[in-house]
């Protein structure tokens, strides 16, 4: 059965992450790099067969190219994806940014006019704005869905203490933040109070940027083009003996089920309890191959429990 949002707009297990559609994420410094258009147009086509109906964006990812080209994509081929997009970034160097609601309404309808749809299905902060009261971000956000143009709202990036203040300010439906293997910090924060409140959790980074594919082994050249050659700042941590260790554990688990990696690392969370989606972002249509490994491994309790002792 697929989740549903508080607002009733239901969510799949797993999504088709866009960020790197003509840059990487929303760095302007990436602005013209990552997929080309006709790569992404071939990712998401791929996706598209496999059965990921739901494209998650920002208005700031690529400079705008992301959310231009899905809009592309859609009157190229009639498909109509259900959409996530996400402001707070500039779109670039010289642009505002931020969660006022002057430029949430501006910025909704430059995405809108970009994607060529008429609503967004879901409307994400993409991070949090200190200089701006949540309560009036949220209002704004509530006020675009009496208008029609978004379905339902959430958060990103939020972590407990400022999910805690959103919510007794206002009721957003979904948080999406980093979680992996490799990143399990919400578990004892943000995860229990999105189940104890009712509230969407949707993973990004659910490869931890690469790190649980196996592409990067101890003493080993760093493969080209990959992020930690081009934004390793997130990641770096990641270098040390103890997770070299455990993924070799996760490449045994893997192999003993006839599976990838990065299949068993996908198929821990969506058989995580407190894991309501996945946004996953390939750089080739290959990529999605793990996908279909996790849908169809179906981790039992016990089984997951035992992935996860892999890394703790």
């Given at each position: 059965?697929?989740?549903?949002?508080?607002?009733?707009?239901?969510?799949?297990?797993?999504?088709?992450?866009?960020?790197?559609?003509?840059?990487?994420?929303?760095?302007?410094?990436?602005?013209?790099?990552?997929?080309?258009?006709?790569?992404?147009?071939?990712?998401?086509?791929?996706?598209?067969?496999?059965?990921?109906?739901?494209?998650?964006?920002?208005?700031?990812?690529?400079?705008?190219?992301?959310?231009?080209?899905?809009?592309?994509?859609?009157?190229?081929?009639?498909?109509?994806?259900?959409?996530?997009?996400?402001?707070?970034?500039?779109?670039?160097?010289?642009?505002?940014?931020?969660?006022?609601?002057?430029r949430i309404r501006r910025q909704v309808d430059s995405s809108?006019?970009?994607?060529?749809?008429?609503?967004?299905?879901?409307?994400?902060?993409?991070?949090?704005?200190?200089?701006?009261?949540?309560?009036?971000?949220?209002?704004?956000?509530?006020?675009?869905?009496?208008?029609?143009?978004?379905?339902?709202?959430?958060?990103?990036?939020?972590?407990?203490?400022?999910?805690?203040?959103?919510?007794?300010?206002?009721?957003?439906?979904?948080?999406?933040?980093?979680?992996?293997?490799?990143?399990?910090?919400?578990?004892?924060?943000?995860?229990?109070?999105?189940?104890?409140?009712?509230?969407?959790?949707?993973?990004?980074?659910?490869?931890?940027?690469?790190?649980?594919?196996?592409?990067?082994?101890?003493?080993?050249?760093?493969?080209?083009?990959?992020?930690?050659?081009?934004?390793?700042?997130?990641?770096?941590?990641?270098?040390?003996?103890?997770?070299?260790?455990?993924?070799?554990?996760?490449?045994?688990?893997?192999?003993?089920?006839?599976?990838?990696?990065?299949?068993?690392?996908?198929?821990?969370?969506?058989?995580?309890?407190?894991?309501?989606?996945?946004?996953?972002?390939?750089?080739?249509?290959?990529?999605?191959?793990?996908?279909?490994?996790?849908?169809?491994?179906?981790?039992?309790?016990?089984?997951?429990?035992?992935?996860?002792?892999?890394?703790?």
């Amino acid at each position: 059965m697929i989740p549903a949002l508080s607002s009733g707009v239901q969510i799949p297990p797993v999504v088709l992450g866009c960020g790197n559609f003509g840059g990487i994420g929303s760095a302007p410094a990436f602005f013209g790099k990552g997929e080309t258009k006709e790569q992404a147009f071939a990712l998401m086509d791929s996706a598209w067969e496999l059965g990921l109906d739901w494209f998650d964006t920002a208005d700031a990812y690529g400079g705008g190219r992301s959310e231009a080209w899905i809009g592309e994509w859609i009157a190229a081929t009639g498909n109509r994806p259900r959409i996530t997009t996400k402001t707070f970034n500039p779109m670039d160097d010289g642009a505002d940014s931020g969660l006022a609601p002057e430029r949430i309404r501006r910025q909704v309808d430059s995405s809108l006019g970009r994607l060529g749809i008429d609503a967004v299905d879901l409307y994400l902060a993409h991070e949090p704005d200190f200089t701006t009261p949540i309560g009036e971000t949220l209002g704004a956000f509530e006020e675009l869905v009496t208008a029609g143009k978004i379905n339902a709202y959430g958060l990103s990036n939020f972590g407990a203490e400022d999910l805690w203040h959103a919510l007794a300010a206002g009721s957003p439906g979904l948080v999406q933040n980093s979680f992996s293997l490799l990143h399990r910090w919400d578990e004892t924060g943000v995860i229990p109070i999105c189940e104890a409140r009712g509230v969407a959790y949707q993973v990004f980074g659910p490869l931890a940027g690469g790190w649980l594919t196996g592409k990067y082994r101890q003493g080993a050249p760093l493969p080209e083009g990959s992020r930690m050659t081009m934004r390793p700042e997130p990641y770096e941590r990641f270098d040390t003996e103890p997770v070299y260790r455990s993924l070799d554990a996760l490449e045994s688990a893997a192999t003993a089920r006839g599976v990838s990696m990065a299949g068993l690392a996908l198929a821990w969370l969506l058989s995580h309890p407190g894991v309501t989606s996945i946004v996953v972002g390939p750089r080739t249509a290959q990529h999605l191959e793990p996908v279909r490994e996790a849908l169809a491994a179906g981790l039992s309790p016990q089984e997951h429990e035992e992935v996860g002792s892999l890394f703790t």
